[in-house]
């Protein structure tokens, strides 16, 4: 048996028993608290997101649709320009 310097019946003495570890029932993760503050303005963000999607969406199924060779010639010149800055 381990001596403590801590009288058996403390709760410290418990503690130790249980190998240093308090039950999982009682242990809260510092972020827990941090969660609904932080959950209002991401979900605003999020709708703000699916709106510019879906506008960007229409905007290049018009694109598509109107002047086919043009939005192959963005395309081909947006990846371009992401491969020479992925290179760099």
Do not use: C
């Not at 029932?25 to 997101?49: I, K, Y």
């Not at 905007?59 to 081909?76: F, I, Q, V």
Request: no cysteine; aromatic share 6%; net charge negative.
């Amino acid at each position: 048996m381990v001596q403590t310097p801590y009288p058996p019946s403390s709760p410290e003495a418990a503690r130790l028993k249980h190998g240093g570890l308090e039950p999982q029932s009682t242990f809260t993760h510092p972020t827990e608290a941090m969660g609904p503050p932080l959950a209002e303005p991401n979900r605003g963000l999020g709708e703000g997101v699916q709106v510019v999607t879906g506008n960007f969406k229409r905007a290049l199924d018009r694109s598509l649709h109107d002047d086919p060779m043009a939005t192959l010639a963005t395309a081909a010149i947006v990846g371009f320009v992401l491969g020479a800055i992925w290179k760099a």
